[in-house]
């Protein structure tokens, strides 16, 4: 047995010479500490409050022609959750139609209740007007992460200077009907981007409900605009489902409307026909009467399986409309998701952390370069 005395670094850390440490050097740490509980309390005083409102709902999915080619998909490994098997929508693509510019723009430009306008307005109105403006702490302290550590980014700003609007071309060989693209300004791309973090959807495939969550500044208008989010993906998805057979609808509508039309007059020929040949009938007349009664007839009967075909294209609109069971409704949050007794808990910790560190920092940095300059020494020695 080697009974040799054990170097400091053998013995491990002295417990007692870290407390010791710290306590003579405990001015730094309270000056450390005193400084982030100011900074946490700038912090606290100008954080915007955020609520946080969610729903689940449950789609009901006409699956049952492919149920049994999904059980058997399923035993193989495979999920067919994910491919569209006809008219239906699969519900993994609902997060995509949440995220969509369009979909963003819409929540945009409705309408809210804020607690500081008298009238409902809508979040770039809101966001432009006075209403949004921070206070005064706000603004300062604002202004100190945009001239300290936003600052590479005012000065490229500066340099390449303010973009023009972009504006469509119109007038002549432009139609009405073409397909034109989405214009987005600076100004709505801001709102746009925080739509994206604020209004999220969560597909669970497994169980097969779908969580939208929504996130705001005031309680009554995230409120609103989750029940408009809720309603705008409804009617997406609506509009998505029935799109077949509404356009089968209103082709069978205006064609049984031409018919409707057709079969009328050839019913007042018909009558005003056989009013003149009552009392006199000849060759001529009666030709006539028995050519339009035989238009009337075919139109009659077309007439007739038309008006079953539209009842029948009506019944297939109802049947391929999506219907939504709601499990979790939505309500007026009562409380902030965000607290400002704990940002100014972690600030505080993190002074504490910050300040112990600088004070073992200046004992224990100087052994680690010097071991870390003998290690190189040896490596180069050898």
Same mark, same amino acid.
């Given at each position: 047995?080697?009974? !040799?005395?054990?170097?400091?670094?053998?013995?491990?850390?002295?417990?007692?010479?870290?407390?010791?440490?710290?306590?003579?050097?405990?001015?730094?740490?309270?000056?450390?500490?005193?400084?982030?509980?100011?900074?946490?309390?700038? %912090?606290?005083?100008?954080?915007?409050?955020?609520?946080?409102?969610?729903?689940?709902?449950?789609?009901?999915?006409?699956?049952?022609?492919?149920?049994?080619?999904?059980?058997?998909?399923?035993? %193989?490994?495979?999920?067919?959750?994910?491919?569209?098997?006809?008219?239906?929508?699969?519900?993994?693509?609902?997060?995509?139609?949440?995220?969509?510019?369009?979909?963003?723009?819409?929540?945009?430009?409705?309408?809210?209740?804020?607690?500081?306008?008298? =009238?409902?307005?809508?979040?770039?109105?809101?966001?432009?007007?006075?209403?949004?403006?921070?206070?005064?702490?706000? !603004?300062?302290?604002?202004?100190?992460?945009?001239? =300290?550590?936003?600052?590479?980014?005012?000065?490229?700003? !500066?340099?390449?200077?303010?973009?023009?609007?972009?504006?469509?071309?119109?007038? &002549?060989?432009?139609?009405?009907?073409?397909?034109?693209?989405?214009?987005?300004?600076?100004?709505?791309?801001?709102?746009?981007?925080?739509?994206?973090?604020? @209004? =999220?959807?969560?597909?669970?495939?497994?169980?097969?409900?779908? =969580?939208?969550?929504?996130?705001?500044? &005031?309680?009554?208008?995230?409120?609103?605009?989750?029940?408009?989010?809720?309603?705008?993906?409804?009617?997406?998805?609506?509009?998505?489902?029935?799109?077949?057979?509404?356009?089968?609808?209103?082709?069978?509508?205006?064609?049984?409307?031409?018919?409707?039309?057709?079969?009328?007059?050839?019913?007042?020929?018909?009558?005003?026909?056989?009013? #003149?040949?009552?009392?006199?009938?000849?060759?001529?007349? #009666?030709?006539?009467?028995? #050519?339009?009664?035989?238009?009337?007839?075919?139109?009659?009967?077309?007439?007739? &399986?038309?008006?079953?075909?539209?009842?029948?294209?009506?019944?297939?609109?109802?049947?391929?409309?999506?219907?939504?069971?709601?499990?979790?409704?939505?309500?007026?949050?009562?409380? !902030?998701?965000?607290? #400002?007794?704990?940002?100014?808990?972690?600030?505080?910790?993190?002074? @504490?952390?910050?300040?112990?560190?600088?004070?073992?920092?200046?004992?224990?940095?100087?052994?680690?370069?010097?071991?870390?300059?003998?290690?190189?020494?040896?490596?180069?020695?050898?």
């Amino acid at each position: 047995m080697n009974n !040799a005395p054990l170097t400091d670094e053998e013995e491990g850390i002295d417990i007692m010479a870290l407390v010791k440490q710290l306590w003579d050097g405990r001015k730094t740490v309270i000056i450390w500490t005193c400084a982030f509980i100011v900074l946490g309390l700038i %912090a606290a005083l100008t954080m915007k409050r955020t609520y946080d409102v969610s729903t689940v709902m449950v789609p009901q999915l006409n699956s049952k022609s492919n149920s049994s080619l999904s059980s058997l998909a399923s035993l %193989a490994g495979f999920d067919l959750g994910t491919v569209n098997t006809g008219t239906e929508l699969s519900p993994l693509i609902y997060p995509q139609i949440v995220s969509s510019v369009t979909f963003r723009k819409e929540l945009m430009y409705t309408p809210l209740h804020y607690e500081k306008c008298d =009238t409902a307005i809508n979040m770039f109105d809101y966001a432009q007007s006075d209403y949004a403006k921070p206070s005064v702490v706000g !603004a300062i302290f604002e202004g100190m992460i945009k001239y =300290t550590i936003g600052l590479p980014g005012v000065i490229l700003k !500066a340099i390449k200077g303010e973009k023009e609007p972009i504006v469509l071309p119109e007038g &002549e060989g432009v139609a009405d009907n073409t397909p034109k693209p989405v214009v987005v300004s600076e100004d709505e791309e801001k709102i746009l981007k925080a739509l994206a973090e604020n @209004v =999220t959807l969560a597909v669970d495939k497994k169980e097969g409900y779908i =969580t939208l969550n929504v996130t705001g500044s &005031e309680p009554i208008q995230t409120a609103e605009l989750a029940i408009k989010a809720q309603q705008l993906l409804q009617e997406e998805l609506t509009r998505f489902r029935i799109e077949k057979s509404e356009s089968e609808l209103e082709y069978i509508q205006a064609r049984y409307n031409e018919i409707k039309a057709e079969t009328e007059s050839y019913q007042e020929q018909l009558a005003r026909v056989t009013d #003149r040949t009552q009392s006199i009938s000849n060759t001529r007349d #009666r030709i006539e009467r028995d #050519r339009i009664q035989t238009k009337y007839s075919i139109s009659s009967s077309i007439y007739s &399986e038309l008006a079953k075909q539209l009842e029948q294209a009506k019944m297939q609109v109802k049947k391929d409309t999506p219907v939504f069971t709601v499990i979790q409704p939505i309500t007026v949050p009562n409380q !902030a998701s965000n607290s #400002r007794a704990k940002t100014l808990i972690i600030w505080t910790f993190l002074g @504490v952390v910050l300040g112990c560190g600088v004070v073992l920092g200046k004992e224990y940095l100087p052994k680690l370069l010097a071991q870390f300059k003998d290690e190189e020494e040896e490596k180069i020695e050898n």
